[in-house]
């Protein structure tokens, strides 16, 4: 069914199910019915409401008083308080490996109050390695900077500067393997290699 002109009509939500429309009330809104940007006016200033306060002092406050008094002995909890609460959180939620006090940068340490606590330090393992020079025969020096240099793909100019520079760090971020094998390597021609 075409309207005059040849255009068929165009259907949309508000078209096929009017009843289910808002309809838009008749004159202006009241500062209480906007909400959205597009509810006021051009050049119209819009008031920004600030939060309320966590408490103001009238009595009118978002917490209980009960939330309150809880929140303040949060706060004064001392750094070893602070580790134990989250490891009970931990627990209780049972979040498992994701320690909470490593989420949050709490951690242990902090006046115990003449308490002994042993608190258990996760060691990170090492998974790459530096390859450090700390010093070579004189008689393999040519032989340690040939290996250097394959190794390192640098020049011969900055290789030789490298190794008679020791000690000096010489290859960094290698897998264990791979620096233990280097290693063997230059101790093989002669050098004091050490892993760092």
Same mark, same amino acid.
């Given at each position: *069914?075409?309207?005059?002109?040849?255009?068929?009509?165009?259907?949309?939500?508000?078209?096929? $199910?009017?009843?289910?429309?808002?309809?838009?009330?008749?004159?202006?809104?009241? $500062?209480?019915?906007?909400?959205?940007?597009?509810?006021? &006016?051009?050049?119209?200033?819009?008031? *920004?409401?600030?939060?309320?306060?966590?408490? /103001?002092?009238?009595?009118?406050?978002?917490?209980?008083?009960?939330?309150?008094?809880?929140? /303040?002995? %949060?706060?004064?909890?001392?750094?070893?308080?602070?580790?134990?609460?989250?490891?009970?959180? $931990? /627990?209780?939620? $049972?979040?498992?490996?994701?320690?909470?006090?490593?989420?949050?940068?709490?951690?242990?340490?902090?006046?115990?109050?003449?308490?002994?606590?042993?608190? &258990?330090?996760?060691?990170?393992?090492?998974?790459?390695?530096? %390859?450090?020079?700390?010093?070579? /025969?004189?008689?393999?020096?040519?032989?340690?900077?040939?290996?250097?240099?394959?190794?390192?793909?640098?020049?011969?100019?900055?290789?030789?500067? @490298?190794?008679?520079?020791?000690?000096?760090?010489?290859?960094?971020? @290698?897998?264990?393997?791979?620096?233990?094998?280097?290693?063997?390597?230059?101790?093989?021609?002669?050098?004091?290699?050490? %892993?760092?």
């Amino acid at each position: *069914m075409l309207k005059e002109g040849g255009v068929s009509p165009v259907k949309t939500f508000a078209t096929e $199910n009017p009843e289910l429309v808002e309809q838009p009330k008749p004159g202006k809104l009241s $500062n209480e019915e906007k909400v959205y940007f597009d509810d006021f &006016e051009p050049g119209e200033p819009i008031e *920004m409401i600030p939060l309320p306060p966590f408490d /103001d002092g009238s009595g009118k406050v978002l917490a209980s008083p009960e939330l309150h008094k809880l929140a /303040d002995r %949060i706060l004064n909890l001392n750094l070893l308080e602070v580790h134990q609460l989250t490891l009970l959180f $931990n /627990d209780h939620f $049972n979040f498992g490996g994701n320690d909470l006090s490593q989420l949050v940068g709490g951690g242990g340490g902090g006046g115990g109050g003449g308490e002994s606590q042993v608190v &258990e330090e996760v060691v990170e393992e090492k998974t790459v390695f530096d %390859i450090k020079l700390t010093g070579f /025969d004189k008689k393999a020096k040519i032989k340690i900077i040939k290996e250097v240099r394959s190794a390192t793909e640098l020049g011969l100019k900055e290789a030789k500067e @490298m190794v008679e520079g020791a000690p000096k760090i010489i290859k960094k971020d @290698m897998k264990k393997e791979d620096a233990e094998a280097f290693k063997e390597k230059l101790e093989a021609l002669g050098a004091t290699v050490e %892993i760092v």
